[in-house]
């Protein structure tokens, strides 16, 4: 059977040689950083460095991207304000166009109703001019009819052939 070990009892301490070394870099003995001048100041942990970086002056300090830099970068993609309005755009162009096409089919719709009306009313018309033409021809040809006659007649009086 295997024998359960305290996990605690695993940790090995530190040797009296690194302890020393510990306390040194704690105390600032050590020089690790060498731009950093001053000592590590242990009884100022509530506090940051950040004061320092205030006092250095604006030309110093890194400069943000100009907006062309940005936008040869594709920087602007992560910004999610410009996706936001970019979307916004998009979705209110395409709400246009569909709305705009809507209206469009309809006055198309009742220019289509229009012409089928005037197209039935070109075919009643259509069939009322053909019934008339069909009576004069009717009348036409009852008129030619009666002209042979009356030709024959006067080819028979005059000997005409």
């Known amino acids: 059977m295997k024998r359960k070990t305290d996990p605690r009892l695993l940790h090995t301490g530190k040797t009296p040689q690194e302890k020393e070394a510990y306390q040194k870099f704690l105390r600032g003995d050590l020089d690790l ?5 001053e000592k590590l100041d242990i009884s ?4 940051s460095s950040f004061q320092e970086e205030e006092s ?5 300090r890194a400069k943000k991207k100009g907006f062309l830099l940005k936008f040869k970068d594709g920087d602007f993609l992560n910004n ?6 970019v979307g916004g755009i998009i979705v209110s162009i395409f709400i246009f166009f569909t709305i705009q096409t809507s209206f469009s089919q309809g006055n198309l719709t009742a220019k289509v109703e229009s012409l089928q009306k005037g197209v039935d009313s070109s075919r009643t018309e259509n069939a009322a001019n053909k019934d008339s033409l069909n009576k004069i021809n009717l009348n036409l040809s009852l008129s030619m009819e009666g002209m042979k006659k009356d030709i024959e007649y006067i080819k028979s009086i005059f000997h005409i052939q």
């Open 33 to 37: 950083d060498k731009t950093a001048g």
């Open 44 to 47: 100022h942990t509530n506090t």
């Open 56 to 60: 250095i002056p604006e030309t110093d």
């Open 80 to 85: 999610p304000w410009f996706v936001t309005v």
